[in-house]
């Protein structure tokens, strides 16, 4: 991801059906995304990157190693007019980096409670249900469970190699 993206991921990130399922819903200014991403860009703890299908920009993968070199957390979302297929093949693509490249050995995502359709998406990438943090979010009105999931390299592989069987 450069600043040249920043108008475009402010976009997607600001959009009703990203928003919602995330820990801040407010609308996100363009000075604050700014901000962030310069910090996020000095980071080298941080990987932010644009996913591309069919040379066009498609989604966000945010992959963040914040307790040691080898365990990351990881986000992501799409442009809302991406094509179906397009959030497993980001999600694919995002795990042969972390993986591959980063030589993570494990991979974390959280999911607020009532997103069933991303802990789905977890579970189908591979990804194991770790905990369920009750009430741990809360949105300015309502308190929502967090679920916690992960994925080790070892189990990537197995499940990997089984999708390009199939």
């Known amino acids: 991801?450069?600043?040249?993206?920043?108008?475009?991921?402010?976009?997607?990130?600001?959009?009703?059906?990203?928003?919602?399922?995330?820990?801040?819903?407010?609308?996100?200014?363009?000075?604050?995304?700014r901000k962030w991403f310069a910090g996020a860009r000095r980071n080298p703890a941080v990987d932010l990157m644009i996913y591309e299908s069919e040379g066009k920009a498609r989604g966000f993968v945010n992959i963040t190693r914040t307790r040691c070199k080898e365990v990351a957390d990881w986000g992501f979302y799409l442009s809302p007019d991406a094509p179906k297929g397009t959030g497993r093949s980001l999600g694919s693509?995002?795990?042969?980096?972390?993986?591959?490249?980063?030589?993570?050995h494990k991979v974390c995502g959280q999911a607020l409670g009532f997103n069933e359709r991303s802990i789905a998406f977890h579970k189908a990438l591979g990804f194991m249900e770790e905990g369920r943090l009750r009430d741990q979010h809360f949105d300015g009105n309502d308190f929502h469970?967090?679920?916690?999931?992960?994925?080790?390299?070892?189990?990537?592989q197995i499940k990997d190699k089984g999708l390009n069987n199939e």
């Open 93 to 104: 693509q995002a795990l042969v980096y972390a993986f591959g490249q980063l030589g993570l």
């Open 1 to 33: 991801m450069t600043e040249a993206d920043l108008e475009l991921v402010l976009y997607w990130r600001n959009h009703s059906e990203v928003r919602r399922y995330m820990y801040t819903t407010h609308e996100i200014g363009f000075d604050e995304h």
């Open 145 to 156: 469970d967090v679920v916690c999931l992960g994925l080790l390299k070892c189990e990537w």
